[in-house]
């Protein structure tokens, strides 16, 4: 799994990225990188935080240079200290010291089997959109859309909405709608033989993370980055919709009914953030649907993996 997320605005990547440790730790999946599509100066630092929290900090961060600028309510959560100790350690101090997403991409991509790799995309599409249109290199004799059409089994993106929104029937979707030309180019550019799961917005507010389990299920240690992180963003008495854990539970778990999908189509994106689906017998494309029953197993799922604490804990 690549996990290219947008962590720093909304709190469901942190809840995300808690959950794809906790499934690796359930030997269900390989986070292989972590990708970041939003720029501030301390989302590197938080995500080698929460990965090494998990136990994982080791693993490869790469960093979007040119992208929309986003405030954080919950990322200087990184810079906090107990008696000069970080209170969360991590190696990563800054975002200069990690290198650029696409060559992340590039140099995991490269090194993995033929047709292995699942992306999970929750945020901006610049860093994949960059990917399909970067040439060959160093790190491979392969252009970014042959290395996707090799290496790549499936895309799992948060964005978009393939259903009317509280009756308004063109939603604009935060995803697409803060960078419209990447998300363009992502639908356009992407390889028809490898197939794109869409989880539209319509998903996630269905499935709310219970502000009980925020309350209740992360107090195994004195500081949790996940539950301050939160808390920071949403206060005690919200409950968070889950977008970006959604398109993490497709893909790791496609075939255990939690969701149903669409007939196979092609996604289009218009200049003004509207995503719209046409239906194509053997399209690349298809989006997530899901009924009442399924929202309630999907609920307990997501607040079983993102509440498990890590292996030693």
């Not at 970041?36 to 929290?53: C, E, H, Q, Y």
């Not at 810079?79 to 100790?85: F, M, P, Q, S």
């Not at 997403?101 to 992306?119: K, N, Y």
């Not at 992407?190 to 794109?196: A, F, L, Q, T």
Request: aromatic share 8%.
């Amino acid at each position: 799994m690549i996990f290219d997320t947008d962590i720093s605005g909304d709190v469901d990547d942190v809840l995300a990225l808690a959950m794809l440790h906790t499934l690796q730790d359930r030997g269900q999946c390989n986070l292989l990188a972590v990708t970041i599509s939003k720029v501030n100066p301390l989302t590197g630092p938080f995500t080698d935080a929460v990965n090494t929290f998990y136990g994982r900090p080791h693993i490869p961060i790469g960093i979007t240079r040119k992208a929309q600028i986003r405030d954080s309510r919950y990322l200087p959560l990184v810079n906090e200290a107990d008696n000069g100790v970080p209170r969360f350690p991590h190696a990563l101090q800054e975002n200069e010291a990690a290198p650029e997403a696409v060559e992340t991409l590039r140099r995991t991509l490269a090194a993995q089997p033929d047709g292995s790799v699942v992306i999970i995309q929750v945020g901006l599409a610049v860093n994949v959109a960059r990917l399909l249109q970067s040439p060959a290199d160093s790190i491979s004799e392969l252009t970014g859309s042959e290395l996707v059409r090799r290496k790549v089994r499936l895309l799992s993106v948060m964005a978009g909405s393939f259903e009317p929104i509280q009756g308004n029937h063109r939603y604009h979707e935060a995803n697409v709608k803060n960078d419209i030309p990447s998300m363009q180019q992502l639908a356009e550019l992407w390889p028809d033989d490898v197939p794109v799961v869409w989880s539209g917005f319509e998903i996630g507010i269905a499935v709310p993370y219970p502000r009980e389990s925020i309350a209740a299920d992360f107090d195994y240690v004195p500081h949790h980055l996940v539950k301050e992180a939160y808390l920071l963003h949403s206060g005690p008495a919200h409950d968070r919709p889950t977008w970006d854990l959604t398109s993490v539970l497709y893909a790791v778990f496609p075939d255990r009914g939690y969701f149903d999908v669409s007939v196979p189509g092609r996604v289009s994106v218009a200049d003004d953030s509207y995503t719209s689906f046409e239906t194509r017998p053997g399209g690349r494309d298809r989006y997530l649907t899901m009924n009442a029953q399924q929202a309630a197993r999907v609920r307990e799922a997501l607040v079983q993996l993102v509440s498990q604490p890590p292996q030693g804990h």
